[in-house]
């Protein structure tokens, strides 16, 4: 049994990296790993349309009408339903294509984009789980990097958060958060 929970404070808010299910946090809002049509598939986006009910697909469904759904690297908020987050944030983060194709930036930008509305909606908490890192195939060690690297970076930049949870599906995925982690904090 290793280790599953890491916290650190970074400019005043607890930073936690966990082993867990994201359907199942308490926080204001989670974010979800979407896709452009907003239309709720596999993995996690799965799991949070089916923990959290109709509610999500209606207003999913509202903003694909209305917007055409979310392009890549962008953000768009709906309620919770049933979970116990209020919000959900749908992020959608870039499929891998090898790295060439503006993948860390779009990447970056999912994070930046969901940290920015949780404060224009007033949340100060928030979950995260490894955007991409699923059947978009991107890199673990380089998506952690990307991911704790932006999230430090808002931090850094706005004091404002208070506690951002990043929930990783097993064991190994918080490994390689952690160690990535490590590596930007003692940089
Ligand atoms: P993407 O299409 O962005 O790659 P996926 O849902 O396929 O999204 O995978 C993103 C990450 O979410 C993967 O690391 C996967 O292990 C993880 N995951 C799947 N279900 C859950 C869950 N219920 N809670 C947290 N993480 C989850």
New binding site residues.
Partial sequence: MGENRVEVKVNGCRLLLMV????EQDTEAIVN?A?EGLRG?????G?IHRAGGPEIAAACRKIREEKGGCPTGQAVITPGGWLRAKYVIHAV?PVWRGGKCGEEELLASAYRNSLRLAREKGIKTLSF??????????PLPDAARVALTAIISELETNNYFQEIRV????QE?FRVFSEQLQKILTL
């Fill in positions: 867990g299910d994201i359907t790993a896709n598939g596999g993995g996690v986006d799991a983060g789980p490894a955007i991409s890192t699923g059947v978009y195939g991107y929930v990783l599906f097993n995925i």
